[in-house]
């Protein structure tokens, strides 16, 4: 038992440095930019609150425990924008490799089999097939979306992003797991865009 | 339904400004002051991580849930320090009614029944009678601590407080839901508050 509390210990002063790892988006008054504790801690009331939006089947608790976690990686390899190098840097293979060697690292600080559990849970977010990992992944789209809105355009306008490459990058995973959720959001995000010109 | 899911994005969008509201505990580096919307992230982690060491018949979705909306009331108050005004601050009357009447506008953003659980949920955490609200109350007296040791002192320096304060104010309520847990936080504090004398 102390060396599985130590253990735990060892995790939890570990992941405050997620704390550290900035995001392209802003908070809500555009006073700095949003990180990743803060990011991941609003995703999981958006799993409670919208529960009632998710597809048949999904286990709400097991959503909350992946978006608490899902972030914890960027401790490594940092937060890399949906946004950056024209929406192409988020999926390449370099950083799939390095967030690998992250999620072993620190789900590795953890006793098995809790470790492994949420290890596992990581896995499945970033795999994004199974039903649970599909509407967590639609929230993860969803909220910066509507950060950037109510920030006054926040990545948006560093990236010089269209409404169509929203769409692209963003609704489209949001209308995989939430499709009532992305009409309403693309609802209020187009009279901002259209604004810009 | 529109009006079901224009409430309850009314609610995240509110729930955006707890990132604004700064803490007495400054963040790991001590780089700058921990935010309460982080803060409840690392909660809901503490709760998932230490679950083996909840007394017998908690629900840790309970207890995730309770701490993820358990500052909420912060918004329209802030953050009232553990070691403010020489520990009295925190459970003041003046304060505790502040905090019913934020809960009641906040939680009264979404739809019921929703928005009642969550009120509920926030009571009861406040009251800390029920088993799930001595565990949430247990982590969120414990992370600071743990956190103002990571960060060289934190709001033990600013408040200049003793190891006896720290036990009275903070120790009793980790010990009523995780005793072994207070044991291990004391071990590893002690050190500090002995060399500084
Ligand atoms: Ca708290």
Redesign the interface.
């Known amino acids: ?2 060396q ?2 130590d253990q ?2 060892a ?3 570990e ?3 997620l ?2 790892v900035t995001r392209a988006t802003p ?3 555009a ?1 700095r930019p ?2 990743s ?2 990011h ?3 995703l ?3 799993a ?3 529960a ?2 998710a597809p048949a089947g999904v286990d ?2 097991r959503v ?2 992946m978006l ?2 899902h972030d914890l990686v960027e401790i490594d390899v940092g937060d890399v924008p949906i946004h950056s190098q024209n929406g192409t840097a988020h999926d390449s293979t370099a950083i799939q490799e390095a967030e690998a060697a992250a999620a072993a690292r620190i789900f590795g600080l ?1 006793p098995k089999p ?1 470790g492994d559990d949420l290890h596992a849970l990581w896995t499945e977010f970033e795999a994004h097939e199974t039903p649970d990992a599909i509407y967590a992944k639609s929230l993860d789209r969803a ?1 910066p979306v ?2 950037n809105l ?1 920030a006054g355009g926040g990545s948006w306008i560093d990236y010089d992003v269209t409404l169509a490459q929203v769409e692209e990058r963003v609704g489209t995973k949001v209308a995989r797991g939430l499709p ?2 992305w009409d ?1 959001v693309r609802a209020r995000i187009t009279p901002w865009f259209e604004a810009r010109g």
Chains 1, 2 share one sequence.
């Open positions: 038992m102390p599985t509390l735990q210990m995790f939890l002063a992941i405050e440095k704390k550290s908070i809500h008054d006073s949003e990180n504790a803060e991941s801690w609003t999981a009331l958006y409670v609150i919208l009632d939006q709400i608790f909350v425990r608490l976690i953890l809790l909220q509507l950060l109510q009532a959720l309403w």
